[in-house]
């Protein structure tokens, strides 16, 4: 695929209020893509998975760059 969005909303009870957000481009397979640490601004590949752990390993991530694969990235927090 080309790439998609995914966002994270609030309950009815509290309006549905978009918390957080994330729109990307084609991603390249076998990788994840998040952010590092957990709840920071910028955006990673990782290259090795932790599960529901959280990502810890800055030798196993590598910045996020728009330019190197093509693709860029809309957050909404």
Known sequence: KDGES?????????SNKQLDGVAFGRQKGDRSFGRFPDAADELYYIWEPTGAAPTYAPAAIRRYDGRRTGSGVDMTL
């Open 6 to 14: 995914v966002a994270l909303y609030d309950t009815d009870a509290r």
